[in-house]
Nanobody, 121 residues
Framework: QVQLVESGGGPVQVGGSLKLSCVAS????????VAWFRQAPGKEREWVAS????????DYADSVKGRFTISKDNAKNTMYLQMNMLKPEDTAVYYC??????????????WGQGTQVTVST
């Protein structure tokens, strides 16, 4: 069992930055990767970024590439999502996920509760 708790969301203006955190507890070493997903109102949940637990390779959705950075601190069992140059279309609930199969929601084994990010002009 893995528990994930996100924090760091909130309101931000266009062009601003936020850093999300996700603290993991439980049998975290069992997961191949951890990831961030997001869900905007009226839209399906979508993959944002992944980091592999074994060797820290990362990957990003095209919509956030160059603006978002995923990282992790193994000593703290914490994953981060640094979000820069935020746009209104980044407004969503952001979810931390422990993943067996990357990139797709069906591959997520554990979800966090989500944290709201609202980007306004």
């Amino acid at each position: 069992q893995v528990q994930l708790v996100e924090s760091g969301g909130g309101p931000v203006q266009v062009g601003g930055s936020l850093k999300l955190s996700c603290v993991a507890s439980g049998y975290t070493s069992s997961m191949n990767s951890v990831a961030w997903f997001r869900q905007a109102p009226g839209k399906e949940r979508e993959w944002v970024a992944s980091i592999w637990t074994g060797w820290s390779n990362t990957d990003y959705a095209d919509s956030v590439k160059g603006r978002f950075t995923i990282s992790k601190d193994n000593a703290k069992n914490t994953m981060y999502l640094q979000m820069n140059m935020l746009k209104p279309e980044d407004t969503a609930v952001y979810y931390c996920a422990a993943v067996e199969t990357p990139y797709v929601t069906s591959g997520v084994k554990y979800w966090g509760q989500g944290t709201q990010v609202t980007v306004s002009t």
